[in-house]
């Protein structure tokens, strides 16, 4: 078997993924895997080291994003932590077991809410349980505030936990609400309203300049004494503890960085660090994507935004890579023709950029995953997210190739294609193409999608507001979907013909319109942002096609399928969309964009959800899948490291459990 470019039957016994373990356990409806570092053991010490690093890097930040997330995380944490190390009884008691999965819980989602509904989730133990076992746990042992007794602290932890009024949605996006007020996440403080967010960065804004930095990326905004302001993640500023733990891996990876415009890299990070300036993120943002000569890569920062219900605050993470170098061969074929995608998009000419600068994309091997990308984590990466640095100095992609590639094995054999594929022949084109097409897409999404097109002058991004995340990563899909259809796919050597893009087209239909609904609780809405775009394109294309029968649900024994009867017209169906979303992101059409989203990607048919769960329970399938990392083993010699070693054996609460212990540097901020 050959993957990522590298014969499996060639890499050392843990990276052979025909005796790797993918799965490490299932509990509730969360599933735990594992995946291989593949080519770890051909890498120079020199790059290892560095890897080895990043990684430790990568995981001083954890205790930041749980903070962001919501303020009493942390103390919840490691509260269940406290109880699950002390208890002394019956540790097969239900009540136990129940509040050990509940800890399992939290630490999958880095909170006490879902990650993919923002929901507040509960343990499967009553208060009083929670109350006896908390009593068990000796005062010294307890996350207590100082001043704060046992009484107190029991009835905090026990209202956070079980009321059902109290902070239940982390990120709140229902239109005509107040989405700071109503939100539990930790950007904003206490009495903070959405009015005054919007009048805060507002005025700092310059509609002349443009190089605008990326306003209240880095920050908390509180009210003090009546005035708004914010307090700057930084050393010596807000989650200082974490950061200087950060900054003090990062120096030791500089001295052994690839390059020396890595080390420049490095040093930009470091300073933005120190400083809190948002312009030295910038410095280093056009320095990392100029690098292209490293070997090794990393994410390290904050950086996306969807946890804020204004897309402006951004979370903390980290990926720690290597170049896959014989799977890269696809996306360079990708960056090299950027300009023609370009050209020949179906968007108005106006929207088209003139010249594609700097557009760059690589298949890499993630060996550390962290903050916001861990356990569950994406699948592909595009960055810089601002728009003048793409546009001024381009983007770098990657496709996370042995994520996909465990995804793909643990998933055989689960059932998944005969349950909820309709013919014969789809599910044989989803077996031959699938994994091929849906990494194609991937690459597409990330390398060109995010990177195309333009803003018109006087816009700045920001217009679309809540919405704008959902249009964007609906505008990065349908440009990767749509190419993923065009001859040009075969002529390039992309696609082996063109039946196989048909594989892609059907998938995307099916998780849109169904498979993702599992992941959404009875009776809610979707929350969360890339399941809202993937809906909104299959219902979009699923009504303006139902005349022609472009794609047709049909029932058979009693069961839902959606099918694609006309793969053509539904690639034309999806240059029309591609056209409109394209043109309400460059105008920032907020209007326009909060229709699409209302009306095509957050309400859910209650009758076929109710399906759809009944279908997945029968499969005995987690709706929830993440990640643990390998562990890094460092080889010393006269002080010196000289090999790092990948120890594939730590389980999901081993692992936890060490991060918890070793890396957990910030107060309780609550």
């Known amino acids: 078997m050959v993957t990522a470019g590298i014969t499996l039957a060639s890499c050392s016994k843990e990276e052979n993924g025909d005796d790797f373990e993918f799965v490490v356990e299932k509990f509730g409806d969360y599933q735990v895997l594992r995946y291989p570092v593949l080519g770890w053991d051909s890498l120079p010490g020199q790059q290892k080291e560095f890897i080895y690093y990043l990684s430790q890097a990568a995981i001083q930040g954890r205790d930041i994003l749980f903070d962001q997330n919501y303020k009493h995380n942390l103390t919840i944490r490691r509260t269940l932590e406290a109880i699950y190390n002390n208890y002394k009884g019956d540790r097969e008691d239900a009540d136990f077991k129940a509040l050990e999965e509940y800890m399992k819980m939290v630490w999958f989602n880095n909170g006490i809410h879902n990650d993919n509904s923002s929901d507040k989730f509960y343990p499967a133990l009553t208060e009083e349980a929670y109350v006896k076992l908390l009593s068990e746990v000796p005062d010294a042992a307890l996350p207590m505030n100082k001043g704060e007794n046992r009484e107190i602290f029991t009835l905090r932890t026990s209202t956070i936990i079980f009321d059902k009024t109290f902070e239940t949605k982390r990120v709140n996006q229902a239109e005509g609400e107040d989405l700071i007020k109503t939100s539990a996440c930790n950007y904003y403080g206490d009495g903070v309203t959405q009015a005054e967010v919007e009048e805060f960065y507002d005025a700092m804004k310059d509609p002349e300049d443009k190089t605008p930095v990326s306003y209240g990326l880095n920050s908390k905004l509180v009210k003090e004494d009546g005035l708004v302001k914010e307090k700057i993640y930084k050393i010596g500023g807000m989650y ?63 950086t996306e935004t969807y946890g804020d219900p204004l897309g402006l605050k951004a979370s903390w993470e980290s990926v720690v890579n290597f170049k896959n170098d014989a799977a890269t061969g696809r996306t360079e074929t990708i960056s090299d023709n950027a300009q023609w995608f370009e050209d020949h998009s179906p968007i108005d000419d106006k929207f088209k ?49 042995n994520i996909t590639y465990a995804y793909d094995r643990a998933s055989a054999g689960s059932g998944m294609l005969d349950e909820f594929v309709y013919s014969k022949d789809e599910k044989e084109r989803a077996k031959k193409y699938g994994f091929m097409t849906h990494n194609l897409m991937v690459d597409m999404h990330e390398c060109l999608g995010h990177g195309s097109g333009q803003l018109m002058p006087g816009v700045t991004g920001d217009e679309l507001k809540a919405y704008g995340a959902t249009i964007e990563e609906t505008r990065a899909d349908l440009f990767s979907i749509y190419y993923l259809g065009d001859p040009k796919m075969v002529e390039l050597g992309l696609l082996p013909d063109d039946e196989a893009y048909k594989a892609e087209y059907e998938g995307y239909i099916r998780n849109g319109m169904m498979l993702q609904l599992n992941r959404v609780k009875p009776g809610k809405k979707i929350e969360q942002t890339h399941m809202r775009n993937r809906q909104l394109i299959a219902s979009w294309v699923y009504e303006h096609g139902k005349d ?52 095509y990607a957050v309400k859910v048919d209650p009758k076929l959800h109710e399906e759809v769960l009944a279908r ?35 389980g999901y609460t081993e692992q936890m459990l060490r991060y918890s212990k070793e890396n957990s540097h910030l107060p309780n901020y609550n």
Not at 289 to 302: A, C, P, Q, R
Not at 383 to 400: F, M, Y
Not at 570 to 580: C, D, I, V, W, Y
Not at 627 to 646: A, R, T, W, Y
């Open 240 to 302: 200082g503890e974490a950061l200087e733990k950060i900054v003090y891996w990062l120096e030791k990876a500089e001295k052994v960085a690839d390059t020396d415009h890595q080390k420049q890299t490095l040093a930009y990070l470091i300073d933005y660090y120190k400083t809190g300036d948002l312009k030295t993120f910038d410095d280093f943002n056009i320095s990392w994507v100029k690098d292209l000569e490293s070997h090794t890569d990393f994410v390290n920062g904050f």
């Open 353 to 401: 950029k003139k010249e594609v600068k700097g557009v760059t994309a690589k298949v890499i091997t993630v060996a550390m995953l962290a903050g916001d990308c861990y356990p569950s984590t994406p699948i592909g990466i595009n960055l810089p997210n601002a728009d003048w640095i793409r546009k001024d100095h381009g983007s770098k992609s990657v496709t996370i190739e």
């Open 548 to 599: 022609d029968k472009v794609v047709e649900k049909k029932v058979k024994d009693g069961k839902t399928y959606f099918v694609v009867n006309d793969h053509r017209q539904m690639r034309a169906l999806l240059g029309q969309l591609l056209k409109e979303i394209q043109r309400i992101k460059s105008t920032g059409d907020y209007e326009a964009g909060k229709a699409l989203v209302e009306k």
């Open 616 to 650: 997945y329970e029968a499969l005995d399938l987690a709706s929830h899948k993440g990640f643990i990392n390998p562990k890094f083993v460092p080889v010393m010699e006269g002080g010196k490291i000289v090999d790092v070693q990948l120890d594939y054996t730590e």
